[in-house]
């Protein structure tokens, strides 16, 4: 006997044929995980087909080590592997990979799962969340095509999901309910558990190895029901299920940017609909490609517009802070987020100030020959810090830092300056204004682990300070009850990269971090200071306008041929040898019009250089995916980096 095996890696082939030995022949199935000898490794692959006889005489092949019997793949989740491996452009290998337990030499046996009842605490639908929850379950019982809550911050939609889940479980359907960062969203998980109790397993990086797998085989076995996390949680197969769930579907979190490069909301859809369940997507400010097709019909579109519980969403006022510099105000705080400042901590009320831009200053410069201080390794500008009484400068790709120059390298003149402005600036600058004030700064290098986040979260929430000034991961994730005031310090930050996607992302996060304001029975105030205050990202994001940015962003996108009209795939070329890695990305480019293929470049990246390695991209243009052609192409740049559906083009 005989087995077509994938192997648990990057592969030119689908599949290898190893013999049965005896011993093993009873153990082996379709979906049966087994060690094998691949080259001078031992790794693990799935069986896909079984042959009864010898189908390859003529060469010598290896044995099968050993099964594997703790778990099978089911059947649908090759199905799966296929479909990724085809559209992401990666090998079956690679593809389902994704899709197996993690690997444990000797994993202990858990004792039989004893399952609590919990009392669980549903808060009453309101009229809105009744109508739609109602809908769902009607989609869920008909067709089962996916569905769109396109909900206001503080809508409810948590609500929505667990009345959902609770109802899967009640017809003995599983649910997979992902969340951008598990860091980010503690509220989220709590109220799950709060709920269910243990039919909740989590899944997320910062797991050890051993309570990964054991989470994985709880929900894969059907012991637990319910599984939570970011994009690995979809990851775990289910024979059973009934519902995935993606809150704030529009993060960028869940695209993966190592091969296979998949995006779980893409990959979500294709994995409803082979286990005949249904994919629900949560959002106010949802992706173009996914908003499209709610319109068009392609997804169920269901609106939230009310706030639940609470008052409407400030409209933002609005600061030119061109005005400023005019009016001789060289602060990054303009006279009017001074004031708004003063009255809310007179009040009793916190404020939250939003910068996206860590660090002091953007770049050091001298002012004699205009020399920027790079990173050597990257060729991009290093961020100045001052932390905990240290000066430095950090690139932020590569984390290499390095002490500030007393003299320009260039010119040998003394006269450095900082340019730009970071959150460690604004700190600077906010406890001069406001002396008497306790002030929290936050970033990701402050809050690295979840017991961080709860920390901050706590101190917050019992007002543990006045001011807290941060940068985008105070956008996401907590509601804190006396926030009545957001200011979003510099609201430009990354409008101008030359990158489609810019102005959405900026209309994003402008929404997301003013929806922070305000909650219960007060309407909070939102200040957006900006030298751009005509930009129409700007403007919508103002008035928490999603319809009218969308209807002017998508009318861009169609007439370039970008997404939702057309896929792209970026292909990226680096080496440490400059003109190694462009005459790469030019064969390719002539091999691609020479086919008739839509593309735009070759070109130097924004980041021309990142660790050393000098970097070139093309973009290709296409209408549906796979592509046979692009397939076959591909397979002769294996060394490129091939990304379907990039998130980044920088």
């Not at 309101?126 to 089962?144: C, H, M, S």
């Not at 319910?226 to 197969?237: E, F, K, M, W």
């Not at 600077?428 to 970033?443: C, G, H, M, N, S």
Request: hydrophobic share 35%; net charge positive.
């Amino acid at each position: 006997m005989q087995a077509e095996i994938v192997p648990e890696t990057k592969t030119d082939r689908d599949s290898f044929t190893y013999k049965v030995p005896t011993e093993l022949a009873g153990k082996l199935s379709i979906g049966s995980i087994v060690y094998i000898e691949f080259g001078k490794r031992r790794i693990r692959g799935v069986v896909i087909k079984i042959n009864k006889t010898e189908i390859c005489p003529k060469y010598k092949i290896k044995t099968i080590l050993l099964v594997d019997e703790n778990y099978k793949l089911p059947s649908e989740y090759i199905n799966i592997a296929r479909w990724v491996s085809g559209y992401y452009l990666c090998s079956l290998g690679e593809a389902i990979s994704l899709f197996l337990p993690p690997e444990m030499k000797r994993p202990r046996k858990q004792p039989g799962l004893v399952k609590k009842n919990i009392a669980a605490k549903f808060e009453k639908l309101t009229k809105e969340q009744e109508q739609i929850f109602k809908r769902l379950l009607d989609d869920f019982n008909n067709k089962r095509k996916p569905a769109l809550i396109f909900g206001v911050t503080g809508s409810g939609k948590t609500e929505i999901y667990l009345a959902l889940a609770k109802k899967m479980l009640e017809v003995k359907r599983s649910v997979v309910f992902l969340v951008p960062e598990i860091v980010l969203t503690p509220q989220n998980i709590s109220r799950f558990q709060q709920v269910f109790g243990d039919e909740v397993c989590i899944m997320h990086s910062k797991l050890s190895k051993s309570e990964k797998y054991h989470s994985y085989l709880d929900f894969s076995s059907g012991r637990k029901n319910v599984i939570i996390g970011p994009r690995s949680a979809l990851l775990v197969p289910s024979s059973n299920l009934g519902m995935i769930i993606i809150d704030e579907e529009q993060e960028d979190s869940y695209k993966q940017e190592q091969s296979p490069r998949y995006d779980a909301t893409i990959l979500a859809e294709i994995i409803a609909s082979k286990n005949n369940s249904i994919l629900v997507l949560g959002s106010a400010t949802p992706r173009l490609e996914t908003f499209f097709k709610a319109k068009n019909g392609t997804y169920k579109f269901y609106e939230m517009r009310s706030r639940y519980h609470q008052p409407k969403l400030p409209v933002a006022e609005v600061v030119d802070m061109k005005n400023e510099l005019k009016s001789g105000n060289n602060s990054m705080i303009s006279s009017l987020l001074a004031q708004r400042i003063r009255e809310t901590i007179k009040n009793q009320e916190q404020v939250l100030l939003f910068l996206n831009r860590r660090g002091m200053a953007t770049f050091v410069s001298c002012r004699d020959c205009g020399e920027v201080i790079s990173c050597t390794h990257c060729l991009v500008p290093m961020i100045y810090h001052f932390d905990k009484g240290l000066n430095y400068l950090l690139c932020h790709h590569c984390d290499r830092k390095q002490n500030l120059p007393k003299k320009c390298p260039n010119c040998g003149s003394v006269k450095i300056k900082y340019f730009g402005s970071g959150v460690e600036k604004v700190e600077k600058e906010v406890k001069d204004l406001f002396p008497d004030a306790r002030i929290k700064r936050v970033d990701s290098q402050i809050l690295r682990t979840q017991d961080d986040y709860k920390n901050f979260y706590n101190d917050f929430k019992n007002h543990e300070f006045d001011i807290v000034i941060g940068t985008q991961i105070l956008a996401k994730g907590f509601d804190i009850p006396n926030v009545m005031l957001v200011g979003i310090v510099s609201a430009d930050v990354g409008l101008h990269l030359p990158f489609f996607r810019s102005r959405e992302r900026i209309f994003r996060l402008i929404t997301q971090v003013s929806g922070r304001s305000g909650r219960r029975e007060k309407i909070g105030k939102t200040v957006i200071q900006t030298y751009w205050p005509k930009s129409e990202a700007i403007k919508f994001a103002a008035n928490h306008d999603y319809e009218n940015f969308y209807l002017s962003e998508i009318n861009n996108r169609l007439k370039k041929n970008y997404p939702p009209k057309n896929h792209i795939i970026r292909v990226l070329s680096e080496n440490k040898i400059e003109e190694k890695a462009r005459k790469e990305i030019k064969k390719l480019s002539a091999e691609l019009k020479n086919n008739h293929i839509d593309l735009v470049g070759p070109g130097q990246c924004f980041f021309s250089k990142i660790n050393n390695r000098f970097r070139f991209q093309l973009i290709i243009k296409v209408n549906i995916l796979p592509d046979k052609k692009i397939t076959e192409i591909k397979s002769r740049y294996q060394s490129l980096v091939w990304d379907v559906d990039p998130l980044n083009l920088l």
